[in-house]
């Protein structure tokens, strides 16, 4: 059964882009849920924060070209 997608407010596009390190990356946890938020080229991205292969933390990785390399 199909859920409607859920909108969460982060915060302001200022202090968010402020709050990015430099890696373009970060973990933030939303309703329990760990995802990884990145901006790159002026555009948020958000995926999963798990690894597919390790499970490891990809909000703690670092942006490589258009890939996530997890830590």
Not at 5 to 26: C, M, N, R, V, Y
């Amino acid at each position: 059964m199909a859920t409607s997608p859920q909108w969460h407010t982060l915060g302001t596009l200022e202090s968010l882009k402020a709050d990015f390190p430099e890696s373009g990356i970060k973990q933030i946890i939303v309703q329990g849920k760990k995802i990884a938020l990145s901006f790159r080229d002026g555009s948020f991205g958000a995926v999963h924060g798990a690894c597919n292969h390790a499970g490891g933390p990809l909000g703690k990785g670092k942006l490589e070209g258009e890939y996530i390399v997890c830590p």
